[in-house]
């Protein structure tokens, strides 16, 4: 009797090693293993969408930034944080009748006017007023971008044509052609002025130095 305890024993602690062991090469080696495989046909999204330039990362095209200068185009507000703090993603949970909320659209609203010089009766995007629920939202409406156009484009000396040819080349329509809206990712849009400026100023440069 005790010789068939002892080995029905040994059977079920080997067929739990057993188990351990082969579970532990399918979901902590083979699962992962072929998971880093698929995002190595999407680099860009496995690296987390890293803007390098010269070396330097700028920024991700997927978490938003607090531009702010009149020659950059503005992102949606940010409750992270202090605002952009992607160690502290998350909205500021005021229902749209908090007296607070409100107070805070009509600010935004009235301050995002004045910036863009627009009418004091200027309708105004939502999505100019109002932050995501993750508050790291990197993209804007095509509409926003538009009322933003003529401010960038004086801070800059460009022509507004030219600010809204980048605006419509950085314009990324709903996923799959029907999933969401059209959006502007406003960390490309401002790294392509930059670089434009540059280029700008370079041509310049090298116009005055012509005998």
Sequence with gaps: MGQLVAESSFKS????????????IICGIVFPGVLWLVAQLFPGSAHGSLVVLDGVPRGSLLIGQGFSAPRYFHPRPSHAG???????????????????????????TAAYRAVNGLPANA????????????????????????????????????????VAALVAAHTSGPALGILG????????????????????????????KRP
Excluded: C, H, M
Aim: charged share 20%.
């Design 123 to 162: 309708a105004v995007p939502a999505d100019a007023i109002t932050g995501s629920g993750s508050g790291l939202d990197p993209r804007i409406s095509p509409k926003n971008a538009a009322l933003q156009t003529p401010r960038v484009a004086r801070a800059r000396g460009l022509a507004e044509t030219e």
């Design 181 to 208: 809206a059209a959006r502007v990712n406003v960390l490309e849009l401002n790294l392509a002025l930059d670089a434009l400026s540059v280029s700008r100023a370079l041509r310049r440069g090298a116009r005055e």
């Design 82 to 108: 202090s605002g952009y703090d992607a160690t502290s993603s998350g909205g500021s949970n005021l229902p749209p009748n908090d007296p607070r909320w409100q107070a805070l659209a009509a600010e935004r």
């Design 13 to 24: 602690a080997r067929a739990a090693i057993v188990a351990t062991l082969l579970f532990t």
